[in-house]
């Protein structure tokens, strides 16, 4: 079992920015990929960014690439999303998944969710 914990989101003017965080515990080793998804009110869960624990590749959506940032520090057992020039619609709940990442992008490769963590958007 892995307990994943997000934190840091809030209420961000547009154009600012804001960096989520995900601290997991318990059975962290087993996994090896880690992602973040978001889920804006009527809309499906969207996939945002993820990582290989082997060799730090990343991947992200069209809508992330160039703004967000994803990171691991695996010595805290911590994910991050750093979050630049945000936009009215990237406000969501975000959500910090943990598994073997098969699929990268899609929801079946995570077996581990946290409990989100709400991102709003303001003029």
């Known amino acids: 079992q892995v307990q994943l914990v997000e934190s840091g989101g809030g209420l961000v003017q547009a154009g600012g920015s804001l960096r989520l965080s995900c601290t997991a515990s318990?059975?962290?080793?087993?996994?090896?990929?880690d992602a973040w998804f978001r889920q804006a009110p009527g809309k499906e869960l969207e996939f945002v960014a993820a990582?290989?624990?082997?060799?730090?590749?990343?991947w992200y959506s069209d809508s992330a690439k160039g703004r967000f940032t994803i990171a691991r520090d695996n010595a805290r057992n911590t994910l991050y999303l750093q979050m630049n020039s945000l936009k009215f619609e990237d406000a969501a709940v975000y959500y910090c998944a943990a598994g073997n990442g098969e699929p990268l992008t899609r929801r079946d490769g995570y077996d581990s969710w946290g409990q989100g963590t709400q991102v709003t958007v303001s003029s």
């Open positions: 318990g059975d962290t080793y087993s996994r090896s990929s």
């Open positions: 990582i290989r624990r082997s060799g730090g590749d990343a």
